[in-house]
Nanobody, 124 residues
Framework: QVQLVESGGGLVQAGGSLRVSCAAS????????MGWFRQAPGKEREFVAAVIWGRNTYYADSVKGRFSISRDNAKNTVYLEMYSLKPEDTAVYYC??????????????????WGQGTQVTVSS
């Protein structure tokens, strides 16, 4: 029902900024909560941010104050703006969709649809 495609990843110097995008297709897009996860080599998939019920946003402590998730339903696109990037932010960033709640939004196995990921590399 929902197809997700990430884009916008790349190589950024520490302290820089980057915006990654998630283009979605499907009539039920607006009814899903959207989340961003990331996974670095050798690490588990990690919750980054989520937007639920259109405008309610939530962030992992590690990115709070530096990252911003937003949703443009008219464009069927979710964005993750990243500022003050650190080398530890280096990871493949994945967009996900699902009927999530506050209680489940940080758990990757509660999402129904996933994009293929986009690589973000932060150099020191």
């Amino acid at each position: 029902q929902v197809q997700l495609v990430e884009s916008g990843g790349g190589l950024v110097q520490a302290g820089g900024s980057l915006r990654v995008s998630c283009a979605a297709s499907g009539r039920t897009f607006s009814s899903y909560g959207m989340g961003w996860f990331r996974q670095a080599p050798g690490k588990e998939r990690e919750f980054v941010a989520a937007v639920i019920w259109g405008r309610n946003t939530y962030y992992a402590d590690s990115v709070k104050g530096r990252f911003s998730i937003s949703r443009d339903n008219a464009k069927n696109t979710v964005y993750l703006e990243m500022y003050s990037l650190k080398p530890e932010d280096t990871a493949v960033y994945y967009c996900a969709a699902g009927r999530i709640t506050i209680a489940t939004m940080t758990q990757w196995d509660h999402y129904d649809y996933w994009g293929q990921g986009t690589q973000v590399t932060v150099s020191s």
